[in-house]
């Protein structure tokens, strides 16, 4: 069981149906002030917190001085959210911040952190050219999109072009590293504009059509090389 203390105001961030936070595995918990998210923390001995630097209550500082200071509860991982000001990423960084966003908040990229950092299912940086046939609004066109990172449940991938949206059912055609051809089905579970870079749009995939083969083949990749980098390869 993996536990995420969050705070009460974020909770929207990670609203949409549907995605990993529903995981049976998965417990969440809110607090409304810092002084909460300590009782919190020292009950159920979170595994990442997610909270803003200027929650009210107690100086974050000196919140994560004294999670720091006690080994019991030291080990957890901290996504903060803060504004886009210099004094408040210091801040964030002082409080010893294991990911720092700024508002407006990229969610796609927030989720796919989240994630990372809780090791949910692990997923591998695989950067490659996959063409990607949509049906939805619009059906029966084709584009170039490239993987941001993969697993063996879902995708997230990039594109040039807002021609996604969430609930779109789209047909995936790709190449691994090992030369293995993967033709799959996914839906689109969210779909952002990357604040960082206002021409590109981020598309998190869940698999609904995948067989047993590329599934395992998909897992064996993720799983044997969690360093490596590969160059692009070209899709059909």
């Not at 009950?43 to 919140?63: V, Y």
């Not at 449940?153 to 609930?167: F, R, T, Y």
């Not at 604040?195 to 083969?213: E, M, Q, R, V």
């Amino acid at each position: 069981m993996k536990k995420i203390l969050m705070a009460n105001e974020l909770n929207r961030l990670f609203a949409e149906k549907n995605s990993f936070l529903d995981r049976v595995h998965i417990k969440i918990f809110s607090a409304a002030t810092n002084d909460e998210l300590l009782k919190i923390h020292r009950e159920e001995k979170a595994d990442l917190i997610i909270t803003k630097i200027d929650l009210p209550g107690i100086r974050s500082e000196e919140l994560f001085e004294t999670i720091r200071q006690d080994k019991e509860l030291r080990e957890t991982l901290v996504i903060f959210v803060c504004k886009d000001t210099s004094a408040q990423r210091e801040r964030c960084r002082q409080c010893g911040a294991n990911e720092i966003f700024t508002i407006p908040v990229d969610i796609a990229l927030l989720h796919a952190k989240t994630q990372q950092l809780l090791s949910v299912s692990q997923r591998k940086a695989y950067r490659v050219a996959l063409t990607v046939s949509v049906e939805g609004k619009s059906k029966n066109r084709r584009f170039l999109h490239r993987t941001e990172d993969i697993s063996a449940s879902g995708m997230l991938i990039k594109a040039d072009e807002d021609v996604l949206a969430q609930g779109d059912t789209i047909s995936l055609s790709f190449y691994l590293p090992d030369g293995m051809h993967v033709d799959a089905t996914g839906e689109i579970q969210r779909a952002s504009k990357q604040s960082t870079a206002p021409d590109s749009y981020l598309y998190g995939i869940k698999f609904i059509d995948i067989n047993a083969t590329t599934k395992s083949a998909i897992e064996s990749f993720v799983n044997r090389n969690t360093t490596q980098r590969y160059p692009l390869a070209h899709a059909i």
